[in-house]
C-alpha cells in the first residue's frame, strides 16, 4: 500500500512497545529501514528481532530522549547506518501519576515534560539538521487526545505535554514547509498498551468504562495508530504539514 516507503530509513523512539513497536513492525513490513530506539534494551531489541525475523531491516539503538547527547548520538547513528534519514516517529513518552496539580510532585512534572516534550524537541532539535541537508523529511510527532482535550484522569503534567506537542509540532511545520520537511502530530486516544494495562491493574473495570464514552465504543489497537503514522510519513500525505491526525474513535468529535 505504501510502496514509496520502500527503501526509507525511519528512526522510531519508544519501540519496545504498544504504539511504538506497531509502528516499528509496519514500517519494516512496508519495505523501510527502520532504527528502533528504546531505553528498555531487551524490548527494543526484540522489535529489531521481529523486523528482521519478518524479512525488513532494522537496528536498535539505546537512547533517553530526555537527554540531547543522546539523542544526537541516535540521529547519528541512523544516518550512519542507512545514509539517510527520510522520516522520524518520536513517540516516546511516559504518562506520570493522575495526581491533582496542587499534590503533584515536582521531580516528577519535569520528568514527564522532559520526555514528553523536550524529548520530542530534542529529536528534532537533531533530526532537522540532516533533513535539510537532505532537502526532505517527515516527522510525526506523538501527541494524544490529552493534547486537544483535559481530563482529570490524565493527570496536569501529561495533559500539559501533549498540549505542548500540539504547538511545537505546528511551530516547526511552519518552520520548514519551505525546506520540504513536514511535521504532524498523531493524536491517539484509549489504545490498548502497556499503559493501559497498568491502568487497568489498578482498576479492573477500567477499560470497560472509558469504551464507554467512545463513540466506536471500543478501545483502539496500536496498529490502527501505527497505520496513520504510515500514512503521515508516505507520499499520500505530501500536502499534509502542521495537522493533527486524531486516532480515537471519535472521542474529542462529542
Not at 537512547?63 to 547506518?81: I, K, N, P
Not at 489504545?191 to 463513540?215: C, F, G, N, Q, Y
Amino acid at each position: 500500500m505504501y510502496d514509496d516507503l520502500q527503501g526509507k530509513s525511519i528512526v522510531i523512539t519508544g519501540a519496545g512497545a504498544g504504539i511504538g513497536r506497531a509502528t516499528a513492525l509496519a514500517f519494516g513490513r512496508a519495505g523501510a529501514r527502520v532504527m528502533a530506539s528504546d531505553m528498555d534494551r531487551e524490548r527494543g531489541e526484540a522489535t529489531v528481532a521481529a523486523i528482521n525475523q519478518a524479512g525488513g531491516q532494522a537496528r536498535f539503538h539505546q537512547c533517553d530522549v530526555s537527554v540531547g547527547a543522546d539523542v544526537e548520538a541516535l540521529m547519528a547513528a541512523t544516518v550512519d547506518a542507512y545514509g539517510t534519514l527520510d522520516c522520524a516517529y518520536n513517540n516516546a513518552g511516559i504518562e506520570g501519576p493522575g495526581d491533582l496539580t496542587h499534590l503533584y510532585d515536582e521531580a516528577m512534572w519535569h520528568k514527564v515534560i522532559a520526555v514528553n516534550l523536550i524529548g520530542v524537541w530534542l529529536c528534532m532539535k537533531y533530526e532537522i539538521p540532516h533533513m535539510l541537508q537532505q532537502g526532505s523529511g517527515a516527522i510525526v510527532n506523538a501527541g494524544s487526545t490529552a493534547g486537544l482535550v483535559a481530563s482529570p484522569s490524565n493527570g496536569s503534567a501529561y495533559t500539559a505535554s501533549k498540549h505542548g506537542i500540539v504547538g511545537l509540532t505546528k511551530a516547526a511545520a511552519l518552520e520548514y514547509a519551505k525546506a520540504g520537511i513536514r511535521v504532524n502530530a498523531v493524536c491517539p486516544g484509549a489504545i490498548h498498551t502497556t499503559m493501559t494495562e497498568r491502568l487497568k491493574s489498578r482498576s479492573p473495570d477500567a477499560l470497560e468504562r472509558i469504551a464507554t464514552v467512545i463513540p466506536a465504543g471500543r478501545i483502539g489497537r496500536p496498529e490502527e495508530v501505527a497505520e496513520a503514522v504510515l500514512w503521515l510519513c508516505s507520499n499520500a500525505a505530501s500536502f499534509v504539514t502542521g495537522h493533527t491526525l486524531t486516532v480515537d474513535g471519535g472521542y474529542v468529535a462529542q
